[in-house]
């Protein structure tokens, strides 16, 4: 199985990748029709668009860039340079995997996200994912493209300390992209289910407080795949799903139109 899964990704196209983006955001799209979070008054088709074309400019970056991948990768494999080869633990596979996806997830998404709240001309620009008020499976790659470059090279340095091999990175990239449509769809789950999953995944409900307009909650919850981050570095908090409020508290309406998105980060206060 496991020889299965990396001999996949070692040889997918993007295509492929492209692919797994898109039967997600189909896939969660349905259910959120089914299990409703919230049940948002607003034109889904609409939003999702205006959300879609983000995405696509996030696709864009991310294949353009890719030969970046390419060349971190064969660095670290001919050098050895990495906390694999540090600690002698790429014998064991499953394990070997299993640590450099969460070191992975913790660089390229904990970290980098949590950075982007605390720098505030990174918070400037970041604010385009967090001014989505009717946040669904589309908000997911609801990003700026300055923001997809800025993740990008953390996914750079996420792969140069942990020694993660081609079929590695675009293994833990389909499943950050999955795991991303499935926190933040608007799929009402049971309160003990959710939370039972947000002791080892970042669930619907835990991901939802990131996005509440008022702080100290948008400053939290701020995990991508795995949960742990969030409890080991202190940054994970709970709130009534009723009491959440999406959005931004900020007096600039974008009015969810693509122009006016990408113009956010440039406005004057």
């Known amino acids: 199985m496991i020889e299965f899964i990396t001999s996949f990704f070692s040889e ?7 692919s797994i983006l ?38 864009f970056v991310n294949f353009s860039l890719a030969f970046l991948i390419v060349i971190a990768c064969d660095f670290i494999s001919s050098s050895e340079f990495g906390l694999i080869s540090f600690f002698k633990i790429k014998q064991y596979e499953i394990f070997s ?81 999955a795991f991303s449509q499935f926190n933040h769809a608007n799929i009402g789950l049971s309160d003990r289910f959710d939370k039972l999953l947000s002791y080892i995944i970042v669930s619907p409900n835990m991901h939802k407080v990131h996005h509440h307009s008022f702080m ?29 409020i999406f959005g931004i508290d900020d007096n600039y309406d974008d009015k969810n139109n693509f122009i006016k998105i990408l113009k956010r980060p440039f406005r004057k206060i």
């Not at 607003?42 to 696509?56: C, D, G, S």
């Open 12 to 18: 997918i196209t993007s295509t492929q990748r492209g």
């Open 22 to 59: 898109a039967l997600g955001l189909m896939f969660f799209w349905v259910i959120e029709g089914f299990l409703p979070y919230r049940i948002f008054n607003y034109n889904k088709l609409r939003h999702a668009r205006t959300n879609i074309f983000l995405t696509l400019t996030t696709i």
């Open 97 to 177: 995997i299993l640590l450099t996806l969460m070191l992975l997830d913790l660089i390229a998404a904990y970290f980098s996200h949590f950075v982007q709240h605390k720098v505030k001309v990174l918070w400037n620009i970041h604010m385009v994912h967090h001014s989505d008020k009717h946040v669904d499976t589309t908000t997911a790659n609801r990003h700026h493209p300055i923001e997809s470059v800025i993740r990008f090279f953390f996914t750079i340095v996420a792969i140069l300390i942990s020694e993660a091999s081609i079929e590695i990175v675009f293994l833990y990239q389909s499943l950050s992209v």
């Open 216 to 244: 100290p909650y948008t400053d939290s919850n701020y995990g991508n795949i795995f949960s742990i981050w969030d409890r080991m570095f202190g940054t994970y908090k709970e709130l009534d799903k009723d009491k959440i």
